[in-house]
């Protein structure tokens, strides 16, 4: 019998989640404080900081808007995903 569960680690990286969301976060990087709430409790690893900008990485953000829920001065809205 065949045990549920992960396939090997890290397999969610060869795998582009991210074309089934049906909203996506929008980052308003002026009212963004840095403080890294949605880098660190995404469940995806899908955010991260390039050159002085929160931004996501849509290909495999499953638009859960857990980001926004957190974000302590509502920088992030989510927007329907077109």
Known sequence: ??????VEPAS???????????????FDNKKC???????VYCPDFCIEEKG?????????????ALC???CPVKAITMEKNE
């Open 1 to 6: 019998m065949k045990k549920a569960g992960l």
């Open 12 to 26: 969610s990286l060869k795998v582009k989640t991210g074309n089934w969301k049906t909203s996506k976060p929008v």
């Open 33 to 39: 404080t840095k403080c890294f709430k949605c880098v």
């Open 52 to 64: 002085g900008k929160i931004t996501p990485d849509y290909d495999y953000c499953k638009g859960c």
């Open 68 to 70: 926004a829920k957190l």
